[in-house]
Nanobody, 118 residues
């Protein structure tokens, strides 16, 4: 079953913008936070940005000031507005949702490719 569906990836030139979206299935009954991670080939998956159900946000230093995460709680959708894109932003971007049960359970999307190149 697909729990998180991402969209919005693509090819963009340096300095360009892109907006990613991630919709959480109703099968996820409760969500503590949603966020975005990215992974470039041969590298570790790292946090890009995260937002909690109360609206608190945090960002990786590398994207601070360029990326903005937001959420529509009613639609169970999180967005990542990416401005001033750089080649080093190239990666597969994964949507994440954390669900608090007896322990925190992580759900992951399938990933969407973002390529920043001239």
């Amino acid at each position: 079953q697909v729990h998180l569906v991402e969209s919005g990836g693509g090819l963009v030139q340096p300095g360009g913008s892109l907006r990613l979206s991630c919709a959480a299935s109703r099968s996820i009954s409760r969500i503590y936070s949603m966020g975005w991670y990215r992974q470039a080939p041969g590298k570790q998956r790292t946090l890009v940005a995260i937002i909690t159900s109360t609206g608190d946000t945090k960002y990786a230093d590398s994207v601070q000031g360029r990326f903005t995460i937001s959420a529509d709680n009613a639609e169970r959708t999180v967005y990542l507005q990416m401005n001033g894109l750089k080649p080093e932003d190239t990666a597969v971007y994964y949507c994440n949702a954390q669900v608090p049960v007896e322990r925190i359970v992580d759900y992951w999307g399938q990933g969407t490719q973002v390529t920043v190149s001239s």
